[in-house]
Nanobody, 121 residues
């Protein structure tokens, strides 16, 4: 089992910044892909950004140029730096990890508990 612990959400004015963190704990695992998703009220959960073990990143178009995902492999921790925040970024943000255990190839997906980000206009 792997546990994900998020931190860093909060209330910020439009144009401000926040940094989310997600730390993974467990044993004998490695993370292939680390990601951030978000879900606004009455909307489906959407991918915000991902970063692979090799460092390749992907972003949803609406956050490109404003958000940056990064990872610290040694700490099994990843971050989402959010700049120039807009009211439409308001959502619960969830971290996600695609994990393999030992030498097994099957990949498991784990989720954090979610952290609220609210951007006021």
């Amino acid at each position: 089992q792997v546990q994900l612990a998020e931190s860093g959400g909060g209330l910020v004015q439009a144009g401000g910044s926040l940094r989310l963190s997600c730390a993974a704990s467990g044993s004998a695992f490695s993370i292939n892909v680390m990601g951030w998703y978000r879900q606004a009220p009455e909307k489906q959960r959407e991918l915000v950004a991902t970063v692979t073990s090799g460092g390749s990143t992907k972003y949803v178009d609406s956050v490109k140029g404003r958000f940056t995902i990064s990872r610290d492999n040694a700490k099994n921790t990843w971050y989402l730096q959010m700049n120039s925040l807009k009211p439409e970024d308001t959502a619960v943000y969830y971290c996600n990890a695609d994990v393999v255990f030992g030498t097994r190839s099957f990949q498991y997906s784990y989720w954090g508990q979610g952290t609220q980000v609210t951007v006021s206009s």
